[in-house]
């Protein structure tokens, strides 16, 4: 009797550990909440932020602003964001992730309304000066949200990172999509100020909102930095990959305007609806690459070799290069755009778990610390690339022309995705030697003791 009450309470343990280590399908109040609060995040923020494509380099020209001075006020939004990444990734949880990221969203709003004043300004040193200021305050605000999102929903969703981020890049996607359209018709139809203070708005209602919906979140601080993150070769390959995407992606912001509008005599308008044709195909592609690669993990170095290598393709066909001997078509450009938005989602979203996953192969303590610091550091290398694109592909295409730019740019996109390529291929060799050593190691002794018997 005493050993069937045994066998039952046993079997109740057992079968109580069972559901508690069963993996839940239903989302608790906490994640829909994180999953609201950063979809209304990567929304407001990015619509803020990609409304000056199709018409603030034409303004700026008109104001005296040369096309490398145009690149440069793009470059300095993301010096700035590289900066406030980098510190803010160090000390996330010092600060705190939710007041980190309501802050964010005032800061931004407040220079997204005051950006959209500086037409009063005069002409020439004092415009460009102010475009310079208040942009670097919005990219310390922007860095503010996005490391802090970025480090939050990988707490909140810590086996399926890709699969949540993906899902919340659809988001970033409409941000991108209605972006430009939308700027570009505010602009022609009410001026220059109209789609800046509208939108300034629409990001300051996000602040109350989040900071009712928005849960906290306490951690304790890591003694961890990123230069120990670093010294992993895969984690520098990945970076420098992140660092093209966001290059290209600068370098398009910067120049696709003017050189639509000259190429093609198109309105601000119809270049904020050719721009679809990058955000949409990503905006589609990047929920189906998240639930992917957090299904199959050892898929994700895949992904992003793969994705580096289309997109690579299609900056090359964008003018297209001048070596191809092909004349610049309106086709042409919107379906290498949308070529570019696709591999973009194959490139850009494993890279987050990926260094996730190297940092705690590293030995890095699990948490949000280490969150914050390889959202960090992902920020910090996409921003770096958002510098860099503008400027260069700036200077490029002022010397020679687009066409040539874009050829550059899909060049180093090549080469980030053949050194991962190899990096990768590099790793599985010494693993498939150790393999086999190891089986012929364990097959001996097997053998020697059917020959001593």
Request: aromatic share 12%.
């Amino acid at each position: 009797m005493e050993t069937q009450v045994g066998v039952r309470q046993t079997e109740s343990t057992n079968s109580s550990e069972s559901t508690a280590t069963r993996p839940t399908t239903r989302m608790t109040k906490t994640q829909i909440l994180t999953l609201i609060s950063v979809a209304s995040v990567n929304f407001s923020s990015m619509i803020c932020y990609s409304i000056l494509g199709p018409f603030f380099p034409n303004e700026a020209v008109k104001k005296g602003a040369s096309q490398t001075v145009v690149g440069l006020i793009f470059g300095c939004y993301a010096v700035c964001n590289l900066i406030g990444s980098l510190l803010l990734g160090k000390y996330i949880v010092q600060i705190g992730a939710k007041f980190m990221l309501i802050a964010g969203l005032f800061v931004s709003s407040g220079c997204t309304i005051m950006f959209g004043l500086l037409d009063r300004a005069p002409a020439g040193a004092t415009f460009i000066t102010l475009c310079f200021i208040v942009r670097s305050l919005d990219a310390l605000g922007f860095a503010a949200a996005m490391t802090s999102s970025f480090a939050m929903t990988a707490k909140i969703f810590p086996n399926n990172v890709a699969t949540v981020l993906g899902s919340l890049e659809i988001f970033t996607g409409l941000g991108l999509i209605l972006g430009p359209p939308v700027g570009g018709w505010f602009y022609h139809a009410f001026g220059y100020e109209v789609p800046f203070i509208l939108l300034g708005c629409f990001l300051l209602i996000m602040v109350p909102f989040n900071v009712y919906v928005l849960p906290s979140i306490e951690a304790d601080p890591s003694k961890d930095s990123f230069l120990r993150l670093l010294t992993q070769t895969r984690v520098v390959l990945i970076c420098f990959v992140i660092f093209t995407l966001s290059s290209g992606l600068g370098f398009i912001d910067a120049t696709l305007s003017l050189f639509a509008i000259k190429t093609f005599n198109l309105s601000s308008g119809y270049v904020g609806l050719i721009m679809l044709g990058l955000s949409l195909p990503y905006c589609l592609a990047s929920p189906l690459i998240g639930y992917f690669t957090d299904k199959y993990p050892v898929s994700r170095n895949g992904f992003t070799v793969a994705g580096g290598l289309i997109t690579a393709t299609g900056f090359v066909l964008l003018g297209p290069a001048p070596f191809l001997h092909i004349s610049s078509q309106l086709w042409l450009l919107i379906v290498m755009l949308g070529l570019i938005g696709f591999s973009l989602g194959m490139t850009a979203i494993p890279t987050f778990p990926e260094i996730i996953t190297c940092a705690y192969e590293k030995g890095f303590e699990e948490g949000l610390s280490t969150l914050g610091m390889v959202s960090g550091l992902f920020g910090a290398f996409w921003s770096l690339g958002m510098f860099y694109g503008p400027i260069v592909g700036g200077v490029i295409t002022q010397n020679l022309n687009f066409e040539w730019a874009a050829a550059v740019q899909g060049g180093m996109t090549f080469l980030a995705a053949l050194l991962l390529m190899i990096h990768c291929l590099c790793r599985r060799k010494p693993h498939s030697v150790q393999e086999d050593g190891q089986h012929t190691d364990e097959s001996t002794p097997l053998l020697n003791g059917c020959l001593a018997e």
